[in-house]
């Protein structure tokens, strides 16, 4: 609510002052950009002409390089001045959105704070104008309400009352409104940013970024956070944003965007969220997306299955393969990489074949002395590690002795005819020679190789019992051990022993990958089984880490909230916290409730008060009426304005014959996990390759009690009618699945229906 018409006049009068001084900063930056596109042009230029383009003397390299030092200069300064007007021009669009008026304790001034997405400073007065959402001052602003308040800064904490606050809408550089709030993110502000249309790319989330989600991204103090979000409840864009202030808090602790690394699910989940940190200022950090990278590191040793097609293998299996659905929960447990331990104990002890060394004539090392000097292991190296010391160990022994060995040789061949002539030259080819045999002879327990490892363990169903002692093995362990070298022998690692392969490569061979990575941030958390986090421990030994996941939208596994618990027994962090987040933003009050029956233990989601159409149940007699249904229900919501629409099939074979259907009457594409993006208009996506996104009209196909049955169905309609912001219809023929039969009152009609 407007106070007074002179605080409106006020406003206007801060606004413009905010304006003019953003415009004057733009048009200076603009003239430095002229000038320093110049300077990089000359310094080019000048490299070009004046150094030697092909030389091997030394002092002219030496110029050369300074040269080439001053062109990269020249074009950092060009590409910080770029990035500081895009700033600007964000700024001049929408300044800022928040105020409080603040009086510090021992104080009688009242002090105008405004927040937004980057700091501005006059230039001549050297006062704030708007301090960046992430400067420590900000926080009152999302922390509290009015009445006393307090921020940590540098200096310590600040305590005072906020006698005002006030959300602003500005657009295009035109205030549209503004209003005073008792709590720190007024509704009629979130309503309106939660009501837009679903876009491509994620936004950012500056402006209704709520208490517990503040606390969430400002967290300094824990070297292991782990979050568990509801869907919707803001999870990816609290992690975006988290990292945005840890690059702004860490400016002064020597972190970059270098340390900081975002580990994504799949390539659309990384396009859908690569324009946030720009956005917010700052440089893209160093993102992976675990599947890829877990390719380039497997590549080479057989064909791994996919996570798409392992989750859609599952999903097909008939009355859930049991066999394969134990291999899975063990394989991932904490206690599989127990056994795995103690396996590469054995191994080290027992299975390298070491041979006693020759050369010159005589033992230099026997095989109990390569054994002693390996298994000597204070410093706790890995065993390939090792092995390249013994190597190096070796090969200085014989290095000693060589002179000696050539000289033998040359009194040999001296006696031969055939060679006479050339007797230096043959005897140091027959001494390269006999090197050559004796490092083929050394390689063999030298060179460890991870894979030929584990499949030693499963070749051996005694030796794996014995080593599982103490370990509660499944009754289908023999399978799932006849499963697995069947597997391996052809050629084939199935997803399951992707991260057993992992350990083991690292617990063998060490990893030094990642040495520089300082914060770690996971999201999608459930995707992971405990021993994948083994594997991030290792790869992150540096790190701390910000974990983010929803345990009720796993599909390979049940999960509860001890999976957090397990998480932070791996890592055995000394300062840890868990985070528990309820209220769902991204759907509609009307489609969160109807999505809070879903599963058998409810998520508990608290759902915002934003209030939409019921989600529509739509029976048909064949699938032809079905899509014929589909068709003019897409047209309804093309025409309406709803820009993102998702089809979700259960299956890729499913949104085959979905898109065949469809694409002569409506403009749509087929989407998959391994995509780069998705686009406006009608998106053909199974629930795993959907998961993370967002939708303004979702449809699913076919959730009758045939197509959605098995506990891994539940979780993918789950899944399915979570990414839906404002419109939810599902489609069946015969009888709708047990999974909806409890949501009849949740829906707006059911069309020719039978519950």
């Not at 510090?104 to 708007?130: A, C, M, Q, S, W």
């Not at 926080?139 to 005072?160: D, L, M, N, T």
């Not at 052809?490 to 992707?498: A, L, Q, R, T, V």
């Not at 790190?543 to 791996?570: S, V």
């Amino acid at each position: 609510m407007v106070r007074s018409e002179d605080d409106y006049h006020d406003e206007l009068a801060y606004l413009k002052k905010t304006i003019d001084l953003i415009d004057n900063e733009l048009y200076k930056l603009k003239q430095l950009l002229v000038l320093r596109k110049e300077n990089l042009i000359e310094s080019t230029r000048e490299m070009w002409e004046n150094s030697s383009h092909f030389t091997n003397d030394f002092d002219k390299l030496i110029e050369a390089n300074q040269y080439l030092m001053e062109v990269k200069r020249q074009s950092i300064y060009y590409n910080k001045t770029l990035q500081e007007i895009k700033i600007y021009k964000r700024m001049l669009y929408s300044p800022y959105f928040g105020r409080f008026d603040f009086i510090e304790d021992g104080y009688d001034k009242e002090e105008k704070i405004y927040i937004g997405l980057h700091n501005l400073r006059d230039p001549e007065t050297f006062n704030i104008i708007v301090y960046d959402w992430r400067a420590p001052i900000s926080s009152v602003f999302y922390q509290f309400e009015k009445g006393r308040a307090y921020f940590k800064a540098p200096s310590g904490i600040i305590k005072g009352n906020i006698t005002l606050k006030r959300q602003y809408m500005i657009k295009d550089s035109k205030l549209e409104y503004f209003f005073d709030c008792n709590i720190k993110i007024d509704d009629e502000i979130l309503q309106e940013v939660l009501s837009r249309n679903a876009s491509t790319k994620m936004r950012t989330i500056v402006e209704t970024i709520q208490r517990e989600q503040d606390m969430i991204i400002r967290d300094t103090e824990n070297e292991l956070l782990l979050v568990q979000g509801v869907a919707g409840s803001g999870k990816t864009s609290i992690a975006l944003h988290r990292i945005a202030y840890l690059l702004y808090f860490g400016k002064d602790k020597n972190i970059n965007k270098r340390n900081i690394l975002l580990i994504s699910s799949n390539r659309i989940f990384s396009e859908y969220i690569k324009d946030v940190l720009p956005e917010l200022g700052e440089e893209n950090v160093n993102q992976i997306v675990f599947e890829d990278f877990l390719y380039d590191i497997l590549k080479g040793k057989g064909v791994v299955e996919k996570r798409g097609t392992y989750i859609e293998n599952l999903i097909i299996s008939k009355n859930n393969d049991k066999i394969k659905e134990n291999s899975i929960k063990f394989k991932g447990s904490r206690e599989f990489a127990i056994l795995l331990d103690r396996f590469i104990s054995y191994y080290e002890r027992k299975l390298i074949q070491f041979t006693d060394i020759y050369y010159d004539g005589r033992v230099i090392f026997t095989r109990q002395d390569l054994k002693n000097i390996f298994l000597n292991n204070k410093i706790k190296r890995p065993a390939q590690k090792r092995l390249e010391r013994l190597k190096k160990i070796i090969f200085e022994r014989i290095h000693s002795m060589k002179h000696r060995r050539i000289s033998k040789l040359e009194k040999f061949v001296e006696k031969s005819d055939e060679h006479k002539f050339e007797v230096k030259a043959y005897s140091r080819l027959l001494s390269i020679k006999e090197t050559k045999v004796l490092m083929s002879q050394i390689n063999k327990f030298t060179n460890i190789d991870y894979l030929k490892v584990y499949k030693l363990l499963f070749s051996n169903k005694n030796l794996f019992k014995k080593l599982s002692y103490g370990i509660k093995l499944t009754d289908d362990i023999d399978e799932i051990i006849q499963m697995t070298i069947e597997n391996l022998e052809k050629g084939f690692i199935s997803y399951e022993d992707c991260g057993p392969l992992l350990y083991m490569k690292f617990k063998l061979e060490g990893c030094q990958m990642y040495e520089d990575i300082r914060h770690v941030v996971i999201d999608e958390a459930q995707d992971y089984s405990p021993l994948f986090y083994e594997v991030f421990n290792m790869l992150f030994s540096n790190a701390n880490y910000t974990i983010l996941g929803d345990i009720y939208q796993t599909f390979d596994r049940e999960l509860d909230n001890t999976f957090y618990d397990e998480i932070e027994k791996i890592f055995n962090k000394s300062k840890a916290t868990k985070v528990f987040l309820k209220r769902s933003y991204r759907s509609s009050f009307e489609i969160n409730a109807f999505n809070q029956n879903l599963l058998q233990e409810a998520p508990g989601i608290v759902p915002f008060d934003r209030h939409e159409d019921l989600p529509t149940i739509i029976y048909k007699d064949n699938n032809d009426e079905i899509y014929l249904k589909m068709i003019l229900d897409i047209k309804a919501l093309l025409k309406a304005g709803y820009k993102t629409i998702a089809i979700i099939c259960k299956t890729k074979e499913e949104s085959k014959e979905v898109y065949e259907k469809l694409k002569k009457d409506i403009r749509l594409r087929i989407v998959d996990s391994g995509d780069n993006e998705i686009l406006e208009g009608v998106n053909v996506i199974t629930p795993y390759a959907a998961k993370g996104l967002e939708f303004d009209a979702v449809l699913v196909f076919n959730v009758s009690k045939e197509n959605y049955k098995t506990v891994y169905d539940r979780r993918l309609l789950y899944v399915a009618c979570t990414r839906a912001l404002h419109r939810l219809m599902l489609y069946y023929t015969g009888e709708i699945t047990d999974f909806l039969k409890k949501n009849v009152n949740y829906t707006k009609e059911i069309i020719q229906g039978r519950m």
